[in-house]
Nanobody, 127 residues
Protein backbone atom coordinates (compact mmCIF):
# COMPACT_ATOMS: atom_id res chain seq x y z
CA UNK A 1 0.00 0.00 0.00
CA UNK A 2 1.17 3.55 -0.70
CA UNK A 3 0.15 6.89 0.78
CA UNK A 4 0.36 10.03 -1.35
CA UNK A 5 0.71 13.62 -0.14
CA UNK A 6 0.52 16.51 -2.58
CA UNK A 7 2.01 19.96 -2.07
CA UNK A 8 2.82 23.08 -4.04
CA UNK A 9 -0.62 24.37 -4.88
CA UNK A 10 -1.61 27.99 -4.46
CA UNK A 11 -2.76 31.17 -6.14
CA UNK A 12 -0.97 32.34 -9.27
CA UNK A 13 -1.68 34.86 -11.99
CA UNK A 14 -2.41 33.77 -15.53
CA UNK A 15 0.83 33.13 -17.38
CA UNK A 16 2.63 32.14 -14.22
CA UNK A 17 4.11 28.83 -13.09
CA UNK A 18 3.76 26.37 -10.24
CA UNK A 19 5.40 23.07 -9.42
CA UNK A 20 3.38 20.42 -7.66
CA UNK A 21 5.02 17.62 -5.73
CA UNK A 22 3.64 14.30 -4.56
CA UNK A 23 5.53 12.41 -1.89
CA UNK A 24 4.82 8.71 -1.63
CA UNK A 25 5.34 6.46 1.35
CA UNK A 26 6.77 2.98 1.13
CA UNK A 27 9.83 1.41 -0.41
CA UNK A 28 8.34 0.27 -3.71
CA UNK A 29 7.65 3.61 -5.35
CA UNK A 30 9.26 2.50 -8.59
CA UNK A 31 6.65 -0.26 -8.88
CA UNK A 32 3.87 2.27 -9.40
CA UNK A 33 2.84 4.13 -12.49
CA UNK A 34 2.10 7.66 -11.33
CA UNK A 35 -0.16 10.41 -12.50
CA UNK A 36 -1.81 13.75 -11.94
CA UNK A 37 -5.51 14.39 -12.33
CA UNK A 38 -7.64 17.43 -11.59
CA UNK A 39 -11.18 18.34 -10.73
CA UNK A 40 -12.60 21.79 -11.29
CA UNK A 41 -15.72 23.00 -9.43
CA UNK A 42 -18.82 21.38 -10.86
CA UNK A 43 -16.86 19.14 -13.20
CA UNK A 44 -15.72 15.54 -13.23
CA UNK A 45 -12.17 14.57 -12.39
CA UNK A 46 -10.00 14.53 -15.51
CA UNK A 47 -6.68 13.20 -16.64
CA UNK A 48 -3.74 15.64 -16.70
CA UNK A 49 -0.55 13.59 -17.06
CA UNK A 50 0.89 10.18 -16.25
CA UNK A 51 4.38 8.72 -16.16
CA UNK A 52 5.64 5.17 -16.40
CA UNK A 53 7.47 3.35 -13.65
CA UNK A 54 10.90 4.10 -15.07
CA UNK A 55 9.96 7.60 -16.14
CA UNK A 56 10.69 6.89 -19.78
CA UNK A 57 7.09 7.26 -21.00
CA UNK A 58 4.89 10.26 -20.33
CA UNK A 59 1.34 11.01 -21.41
CA UNK A 60 -0.51 14.31 -21.38
CA UNK A 61 -3.99 15.62 -21.86
CA UNK A 62 -4.29 17.74 -24.97
CA UNK A 63 -5.26 20.75 -22.87
CA UNK A 64 -1.91 20.80 -21.03
CA UNK A 65 0.51 19.38 -23.57
CA UNK A 66 3.41 21.76 -24.15
CA UNK A 67 2.70 23.65 -20.91
CA UNK A 68 2.92 20.97 -18.21
CA UNK A 69 5.72 18.47 -17.56
CA UNK A 70 5.45 15.39 -15.37
CA UNK A 71 8.59 13.86 -13.89
CA UNK A 72 9.56 11.50 -11.11
CA UNK A 73 12.51 10.84 -8.83
CA UNK A 74 12.39 7.23 -7.72
CA UNK A 75 15.22 7.79 -5.23
CA UNK A 76 13.10 10.44 -3.49
CA UNK A 77 9.74 8.67 -3.87
CA UNK A 78 8.37 11.80 -5.47
CA UNK A 79 6.50 12.74 -8.63
CA UNK A 80 6.31 16.32 -9.89
CA UNK A 81 4.11 18.38 -12.15
CA UNK A 82 5.72 21.51 -13.54
CA UNK A 83 2.97 23.83 -14.76
CA UNK A 84 3.88 26.76 -16.98
CA UNK A 85 1.80 29.33 -18.85
CA UNK A 86 -1.09 28.74 -16.50
CA UNK A 87 -4.59 29.71 -17.54
CA UNK A 88 -7.70 30.42 -15.47
CA UNK A 89 -9.20 27.19 -16.82
CA UNK A 90 -6.39 25.27 -15.08
CA UNK A 91 -8.00 26.17 -11.75
CA UNK A 92 -8.82 22.92 -9.97
CA UNK A 93 -7.91 20.58 -7.17
CA UNK A 94 -4.99 18.52 -8.41
CA UNK A 95 -4.72 14.91 -7.29
CA UNK A 96 -1.75 12.59 -7.34
CA UNK A 97 -2.46 8.96 -8.20
CA UNK A 98 -0.58 5.67 -8.18
CA UNK A 99 -1.33 2.37 -9.83
CA UNK A 100 0.47 -0.87 -9.09
CA UNK A 101 -1.06 -2.93 -11.87
CA UNK A 102 -1.82 -0.86 -14.93
CA UNK A 103 0.39 1.11 -17.27
CA UNK A 104 0.69 4.88 -17.22
CA UNK A 105 -1.16 5.00 -20.53
CA UNK A 106 -4.05 2.93 -19.12
CA UNK A 107 -4.28 5.19 -16.06
CA UNK A 108 -4.98 8.13 -18.30
CA UNK A 109 -7.75 6.34 -20.18
CA UNK A 110 -9.84 5.17 -17.22
CA UNK A 111 -9.03 6.74 -13.88
CA UNK A 112 -11.89 5.18 -11.94
CA UNK A 113 -9.89 1.97 -11.45
CA UNK A 114 -6.76 3.62 -10.05
CA UNK A 115 -5.57 2.06 -6.80
CA UNK A 116 -4.39 5.03 -4.78
CA UNK A 117 -5.15 8.74 -4.55
CA UNK A 118 -3.84 11.67 -2.57
CA UNK A 119 -6.14 14.21 -0.92
CA UNK A 120 -5.38 16.91 -3.45
CA UNK A 121 -3.90 20.39 -3.60
CA UNK A 122 -5.76 23.45 -4.84
CA UNK A 123 -4.44 25.48 -7.75
CA UNK A 124 -6.13 28.79 -8.46
CA UNK A 125 -5.20 30.82 -11.52
CA UNK A 126 -6.42 34.41 -11.59
CA UNK A 127 -6.71 36.79 -14.51
Amino acid sequence: QVQLVESGGGLVQAGGSLRLSCAASGRTFSSYAMGWFRQAPGKEREFVATISRSGSNRYYAASVKGRFTISRDNAKNTVYLQMNSLKPEDTAVYYCAADLIRSAQAMGIKNSDINYWGKGTLVTVSL
